[in-house]
């Protein structure tokens, strides 16, 4: 060999030594050989590995809480869309929306203009007994200004919220009185409704508004449909448009009511949930009244369970649009911590067999939109059904599974009246400021008033087709003749509605007045 080329191998074999020194140095440093876990039996076995080293070896302390927080969404994001995990704070707001009740000062109000202005007073409530009223601007809740601040209205509810005895102090500026008028406030327990409306549409026509499957819904809607009963009522209009369900046993024990003996209402079945069926037993008080059922894409969960039950046993017809499309049952687990989860753990079927659930991916949120992009909001033929899942009612109409309950009638969604002056007026919502600024002129008057036709009078005398106009005119937003013509019938309905509101009648006044431009209802009493 030559002594150049000796001198390279040279070299060669001194790196070759020096780095098997290295990872012999490495090796020893890190404890020798490579180290390898044999991951135990069970499904979760490796998830459950990687926690427990880390939490044994990890190089600095570890927020154990927090990355729990950070790591349950996660999992059960992975599950399906429904199935969630609730932190505290969550979980007592969901909770309480169903519950039929909250503690607090007993109040509903608006946001304009970056204050709060209280648009309702609940009869018996804290506030009404510690002489706050419908009108008043809220100042400061205790220390925390939240007048023109930018407080979102969320954080305005939860400074308001708080445990029953306790007190809290309200500051507000009340119309004709100089200064800020303050009013300590003991927190009570505040009733919160799921029957939004219940009143008579004719001599023999009732109507019943349902927002949600709550604790008290069921007594609620007996005291509502008894009350109506007395005023005549032979045929029921029930409204669960928008209506995202809540309780099963509220929508089973509401079915029961319409249904025969025998009758089946829903029946549920799961991976380790045997079939479970759900019969009625003939002694509901419903069951001589005609029924129709309004229903949209945002009718949900429970309420399609009613929906479907009342369809498949031909109890009913459903009019409106295709519904959400939810047909997993969640159940409640509730940790120590005041955080739970909501899991998913059967199909509910109807009883014909259909399953609604509709398909679960990427898109799942998107889906809404999907059905107003290719048409299906305004046309029926736009619909996609799959002959595969083809079912019969117990009458022979075919009915169809795999994406929500598509109602007998199918009523599009109303384009008529929509004009590019509408549109703006929307989503500025110039209706509702214009509508607060009418009834902050006249409190006092309002206040007054507790029956339709005294309402009715007083808003004739109101010239609220030249004071809107005017109203968005400063604002920027002028209406053509054209846009008058195709929406101002509308516009005038809503601005009634949303004064009406704004009475000690409250949705007493609204729904009546906003629904003579419906024309699902329209179409439920044409064909009734």
Not at 60 to 81: F, N, R, S
Not at 216 to 236: D, P, V
Not at 245 to 271: C, H, P, T, W
Request: with cysteine.
């Amino acid at each position: 060999m030559e002594p150049a080329n000796q001198k390279r191998w040279t070299a060669i074999g001194w790196c070759v030594v020096i780095v098997l020194l290295l990872v012999t140095l490495g090796q020893l440093w890190f404890g020798g050989k490579k180290k390898t876990v044999t991951i135990p039996d069970g499904d979760w076995a490796k998830l459950m590995l990687v926690l427990e080293t880390v939490g044994r070896d990890y190089v600095d302390d570890i927020d154990q809480k927090a990355v729990t927080e950070e790591i349950l969404p996660g999992i059960m994001a992975q599950l399906d869309p429904h199935s969630v995990y609730l932190p505290p704070v969550e979980l007592q707001e969901a909770e309480e929306d169903l519950q039929g009740g909250f503690d607090g000062i007993g109040i509903q109000f608006t946001v304009p203009n970056d204050t709060a202005v209280v648009s309702q007073v609940i009869a018996g409530g804290p506030s009404e007994k510690a002489g706050l009223l419908s009108g008043d601007r809220i100042l400061q809740v205790d220390d925390r200004v939240i007048a023109g601040t930018h407080t979102p209205q969320d954080s305005m509810v939860r400074l308001m919220k708080g445990k029953r005895g306790t007190k809290v102090q309200i500051h507000v500026k009340r119309d004709g009185v100089a200064e800020p008028i303050i009013f300590p406030i003991v927190r009570d327990v505040i009733p919160v409704n799921s029957v939004d409306v219940a009143y008579m549409l004719n001599d023999t026509t009732g109507y019943i508004k349902l927002s949600k499957f709550a604790r008290t819904t069921y007594l609620e809607f007996l005291k509502a449909a008894l009350s109506l009963r007395e005023q005549g009522m032979r045929r029921l209009v029930f409204d669960l448009r928008d209506n995202t369900g809540g309780y099963l046993d509220q929508a089973l024990m509401l079915s029961n009511e319409f249904l025969e003996k025998g009758d089946l209402i829903v029946y549920m079945e799961g991976r380790n949930r045997p079939r479970n069926d759900v019969y009625a037993d003939g002694r509901g008080s419903c069951r001589d009244i005609a029924l129709a059922v309004l229903i949209n894409e945002g009718s949900a969960s429970s309420s399609e369970i009613f929906a479907g039950a009342m369809q498949d046993n031909d109890r009913a017809t459903l009019y409106g649009l295709r519904s959400f499309g939810k047909g997993l049952v969640q159940e409640p687990l509730f940790f120590s911590d005041g955080s739970g989860i909501r899991l998913t753990v059967a199909r509910y079927h109807t009883p014909s067999g259909r399953c609604i659930q509709k398909p679960y991916g990427e898109d799942y949120g998107y889906d809404i939109y999907e059905r107003y992009l290719h048409g299906e909001m305004t046309s029926v033929d736009s619909i996609k059904v799959n002959d595969s899942l083809k079912f019969e009612t117990r009458a022979g109409r075919t009915v169809y599974g795999g994406g929500g309950i598509i109602p007998d009638v199918f009523v599009p969604l109303d384009t008529t009246r929509y004009s590019d002056y509408l549109g703006t007026c929307n989503r500025q919502s110039l209706q509702v400021k214009y509508a607060n600024q009418v009834s902050d002129r006249n409190r006092a008057a309002l206040r007054e008033i507790r029956d339709l036709p005294t309402l009715n009078r007083f808003l004739d005398g109101l010239k609220l087709k030249e004071g809107f106009i005017a109203f968005t005119t400063a604002q920027g937003v002028v209406p053509s003749a054209e846009d008058w013509a195709v929406s101002g019938e509308l516009i005038l309905v809503q601005l009634r509605a949303l004064i009406g509101r704004n009475t000690p009648m409250n949705d007493d006044a609204f729904y009546p007045i906003y629904l003579t431009t419906d024309n699902v209802l329209e179409a439920a009493l044409k064909n009734g």
